[in-house]
């Protein structure tokens, strides 16, 4: 309703009484004052609710009941501004004080249920419930109803020791609130030192007041004493709500404090509320009523919030002025479901191999939760169908459902499981599932390894048990008929502690600072554990990783003060002290990106007052003012006008990233830097990098959304031999990666394109010679065996040069083009490689078995197998190995396959057996080389030995392009070092001869030939005579016609 009208309704009520006043006989001077609360009025087309206080004055003895009557009788009417009228109904009312005033003397009393204002009590000293004498009867409020105001406080003596005559002081002090009632002492302490006591007082107190006392009584003391009080804050919050909803309990205070929050007990534990992901606090709540305020909405309440073996949670707010604290607490019943459902099964798979279609096999199952003091109704189901109750058995602080499932052994291609389902006392439903592993007659699957079953392909088993001290999984998945590694997660009980403890603080349960420095002091003392099993090694630094990772994530949200960084630096050290090696690559790529990421903001959002710089044996951190900083031997230089560098330099973190450019190395430093309190709308930072001499270095920034390098706005400016400076336009996470060979080198590119079209030419006009003159040369087993390998040799080697040509600029093809070529020129360089190796092998036997000639379909057999089959398996084999293990099989960048270091990549399932055929085909060069000069007579002439000499050579020639011999000038690339002169004479000579090598074939392989050179010869006279027989029939007939 509007104040106006109000005011109006006041004055009618006011007048009214006058009214009846006036009407009364008695004419003693008498002044009484009523006041009444409660006044409700009602508008016909407006609900409002209003209170007001209504004073009486009569110079007539007038008597209450009457007024009170008289006004629950009334109706009244009120017009509002637009001078619209409302009917006005009169509610409630009562008397609160009644005075009665003879000439000078005034004898006020409050009604029951009321008493003294703090305006009467402290300007008139009318304190306690009797009578006051004083004239008060103007003072507005005079009586105020009765609030039970709580006092709580500690004293905390410095010199000397509690006794009686203290708790007098004590007593006697807030004797001097209005409305007090009592004061006791409840305890008193080991030493007499620290007491505590209690107070109660029946209106609500003034916090200054309140305040001055306790200030008088710590001079008094020599003591600091703390107070808190119950009462006086007016605490609003639904009695009861659902999981996963979102209330909110809100607290209001009539004056103003410095600083107001709130916490939250359980049976164990008392936290205190900060802003996180489910807690939000709003202290912007306060009116003109109410001048400190604060909500806090709890966002997806879950039995995290319940007070574990309690009826409700606990929730208290509270108010700080000085050392005086306002309190109020409220109960929140929570009908909750479990936030985790816990599902074991035994056995862990069903081995249905040996049983019949139509019998059943069983799985015991236990569903466990924590305790609760919710009324569940709970039921599993069998593949969704059925509702079978169960009953629970308290096991500590968990409960526990067990039933028996019978599993079907008929085969299908849906998966078996089973659920369980939970339901609370508002009707709603959470359930969980766990899939049964079943192996059905006649599939394959991986046989028992200690504790873990037969497991059907594809499955995966979950094992619960732990070692002790440790808590969590281990689980394995069948692959096949083999086991993959286990993926250990039994986490240390401690470090749990911690990461529940983080997850806790990223809520904002419990969101301080003290918990804070607990959990980097827990996480810094896992981190020096010395563990030597691999298996607890991948478990805890895994969990230490994520707590970092939820750590930063609070930080958001949750300020953290610079003691923390310590114990965070030196456990983030730690962890990069531990092997990685027990990870695949995409697990390791995944976990040190997180700790990257959660360093790089950890130490943006952490609020620095004292510390400078910190550094480990893995990170060096520094917080700079001015524009140069140094860590790690890394000299920073910032543009920047104002603000604070913050730089963090992290050592052997970089061969754990994902390394996107596969033609350059990492280095083992990387640094982040990121600035506060800066607008600076351009920024260029220099960073001097300690380097190797020779190196060709490339500028790279961390992109955090890609999770990989890249070279964007970051330029590599000089090198002096000692350091690399990098330029960049942008901050972020830097490093620089070097060049295991040499950056593009277009001339070599030019050579490799040019040899490739030659190749394919040459090895096409090969192909047709052959096709042309196989008749006629191919007359013998062993020229029929030569011919059909030198025409393998050069029909693979055509189609690897075209697939190698087509690769010549992989950025135009598709990622499966890519594959695709790649795939092809590993399958047919391999086969050219392959039928070299079947034609060496037939050389060598002519030579050493020459009265055992090898039959032709001896021959046959052996070659396809050698030359067609052993490729297709090995180029198979490989490509399956890496795509079931998930590691990268080819470079998208290169189309070709990868190479990481000795014995790992896809690219030693092409050098090994390369290898292995360059070395036999050597050893058969060898074989020959030795047979010629055995054949040489001792006593033979000059003229004979330089006959050998050139037959020698011209084997080691013809032989060489045909044996693939030249293919071992490309070790010398990984043999040799980077600064090595000579690594270029290599690699220029690797293009050449091999880019050129299907020339070389045509010309040793088949122009050399005698038998070749003839039958082409008398084909090119053949046709030539023909087109000359042809001319003279020709020039005959047309004389004849003339003639």
């Known amino acids: 309703m509007d104040s106006r009208v109000f005011k109006f309704l006041i004055g009618a009520l006011y007048i009214y009484c006058q009214v009846l006043a006036e009407r009364a006989n008695d004419n003693n001077n008498k002044e009484t004052s009523f006041h009444f609360l409660n006044i409700l009025s009602y508008m016909s087309t407006i609900h409002d609710a209003n209170n007001g206080e209504l004073m009486v004055e009569s110079n007539v003895t007038l008597e209450a009941e009457t007024i009170l009557s008289a006004l629950n009788s009334t109706d009244m009417q009120v017009k509002d501004t637009n001078s619209t009228p409302h009917d006005v109904t009169l509610l409630d009312s009562g008397l609160i004080s009644e005075c009665l005033i003879v000439g000078n003397q005034s004898n006020c009393n409050c009604s029951d249920g009321y008493t003294w204002s703090n305006d009467v009590c ?20 005079l009586c105020i109803a009765k609030v039970q105001v709580k006092i709580n406080g500690s004293v905390m003596l410095s010199k000397s020791t509690w006794d009686s005559s203290k708790t007098t002081k004590l007593e006697t002090a807030f004797k001097e609130l209005n409305g007090f009632e009592f004061l006791k002492v409840t305890r008193q302490r080991p030493g007499n030192s620290i007491v505590d006591f209690e ?5 609500k107190v003034e916090t200054s007041r309140l305040q001055s006392i306790v200030t008088q009584l710590e001079t008094y003391f020599g003591a600091v004493i703390w107070v808190d009080t119950v009462g006086m804050v007016t605490i609003e919050a639904p009695e009861t709500t659902k999981y996963l909803s979102s209330p909110i309990l809100k607290c209001t205070l009539e004056e103003e404090t410095d600083s107001a929050g709130w916490n939250m007990s359980t049976k164990h534990e008392r936290f205190e509320l900060n802003n996180g992901t489910v807690v939000k606090l709003n202290e912007r709540c306060a009116t003109q009523e109410y001048k400190s305020c604060v909500s806090v909405k709890l966002q997806g309440v879950t039995i995290l919030w319940e007070v574990y073996m309690f009826p409700a949670g606990i929730y208290e707010c509270g108010f700080t002025n000085g050392s005086v604290r306002h309190t109020a607490k409220k109960q929140l019943r929570v009908s909750f479901l479990p936030d985790e459902i816990t599902l074991r099964i035994n056995p862990l798979a069903v081995d249905c191999s040996d049983m019949e279609d139509s019998e059943n096999a069983n799985v015991n199952v236990t569903a466990t939760i924590l305790n609760s003091t919710e009324s569940f109704d709970v039921w599993w189901s069998y593949r969704g169908e059925g509702k079978n109750n169960l009953v629970n058995t308290s096991d500590g602080d968990y409960l526990v459902y067990s039933f028996t499932a019978n599993i079907s052994c008929q085969k299908s291609n849906a998966s078996q499981y089973v659920t369980v389902t939970f339901k609370n006392t508002v009707n709603q439903n959470k359930s969980a599932h766990v899939d049964i592993p079943v192996i059905y007659n006649g599939e394959t699957f991986c046989e028992k390894d200690e504790f873990w079953p037969n497991t059907p392909s594809g499955d995966t088993v979950i094992n619960r048990t732990c070692e002790e001290g440790r808590v969590g999984y281990k689980s394995r998945t069948c692959n096949g008929v083999i086991w993959q590694d286990v993926f250990f997660y039994c986490v240390d009980q401690e470090l749990k502690k911690v990461t529940k403890s983080a997850d806790h603080f990223q809520k904002g349960l419990g969101a301080t600072q003290k918990v804070a420095m607990d959990i980097f002091a827990g996480l810094q003392n896992s981190s020096m554990a010395d563990s030597t099993n691999s298996s607890s090694i991948m478990a805890d630094l895994g969990a230490s990783i994520n707590i970092l990772s939820v750590m930063s994530s609070a930080s958001v949200n949750i300020a953290l003060q610079d003691s923390v960084i310590p114990d965070f630096v030196n456990a983030a050290s730690n962890m990069l002290n531990k092997t990685w090696d027990m990870y695949n690559t995409s697990v390791k790529q995944n976990l040190s990106s997180n700790y990257l990421l959660s360093v790089q903001d950890l130490v943006k959002n ?37 603000g604070k560098m913050r730089t963090v330099a992290v050592k052997n973190l970089t061969d754990k990233l994902n390394n996107n450019f596969q033609e350059k190395i990492t280095t083992s430093l990387l640094l982040s830097v990121t600035l506060e309190d800066n607008y600076d709308s351009s920024l260029e930072i220099r960073m001097n990098f300690p380097s190797e001499e020779g190196i060709k270095p490339l500028c790279v920034f961390w992109n955090t959304t890609m999770r990989e390098w890249s070279d964007e706005g970051c330029f590599f400016n000089i090198s002096d031999g000692n350091h690399t400076l990098c330029v960049c336009n942008h901050l972020s996470i830097f490093s620089f990666l070097m060049s295991k060979s040499d950056e593009y080198d277009e001339i070599l590119h030019i050579i490799s394109v040019v040899g490739l079209c030659v190749s394919i030419c040459a090895l096409l006009i090969f192909l047709i010679i052959e096709a042309l003159v196989w008749s006629a040369v191919v007359k013998t087993n062993l020229s029929h065996f030569r011919h059909t390998a030198m025409v393998n040799i050069a029909l693979f080697l055509l189609l690897g040069d075209s697939s190698f040509l087509a690769t010549s600029d992989p950025d135009i093809l598709s990622d499966t083009w ?10 047919f360089f391999l086969a050219m490689f392959c039928w070299m190796l079947c034609l060496s092998g037939i050389l060598v036997h002519q030579l050493i078995f020459v009265f055992s000639p090898v039959r032709k379909r001896a021959f046959m057999l052996f070659s396809s197998i050698v030359g067609y089959v052993c490729p297709i398996l090995i180029v198979g084999s490989s490509y399956v190995y890496y795509k079931c293990t998930d590691k990268p099989y080819h470079d998208k960048k290169k189309c070709w396959l990868l190479f990481k270091k000795p014995l790992e990549g896809s690219l030693h399932a092409f050098i090994l057996p390369v290898g292995t055929v360059i070395l036999t085909n050597l050893f058969s060069m060898v074989v020959v080389i030795l047979t010629l000069l055995k054949s040489s007579v001792p006593d033979s002439s000059k003229a004979d030995d330089k006959k050998t000499v050139k037959s020698i050579l011209k084997v080691a020639v013809c032989l060489t392009p045909v044996f693939g011999v030249t293919w071992v000038i490309g070790l010398f690339d990984f043999i040799l070092d ?14 050449i001869l091999n880019s050129f090598q299907g020339l070389f074939i045509l010309l040793m392989g088949c122009l050399t030939e005698e038998k070749v050179r003839e039958e082409m010869i008398k084909l090119i006279m053949t046709k030539s005579k023909g087109q000359n027989g042809s001319k003279k029939k020709l020039n005959s007939t047309t004389y004849t016609k003339d003639k």
């Open 199 to 203: 107070a109660a007082v029946g209106v």
């Open 978 to 991: 980077e600064k090595d002169p000579m690594i270029k004479v290599a690699r220029y000579s690797f293009t």
């Open 606 to 642: 952490i609020k620095v007052n004292m510390t400078n710089e910190f550094n480990s044996p893995n990170l060096d951190l520094k917080f700079c003012s001015g524009s140069s900083c140094s860590v790690f031997d890394i000299d920073v230089n910032l543009n920047k006008t104002h």
């Open 122 to 141: 402290y300007t008139e000293k009318c304190c306690s419930e009797s009578t006051c004498t004083q004239k008060v009867s103007h003072i507005t409020p």
């Open 818 to 827: 890519c594959l695709v070529l790649t795939i092809c020129k590993h399958l």
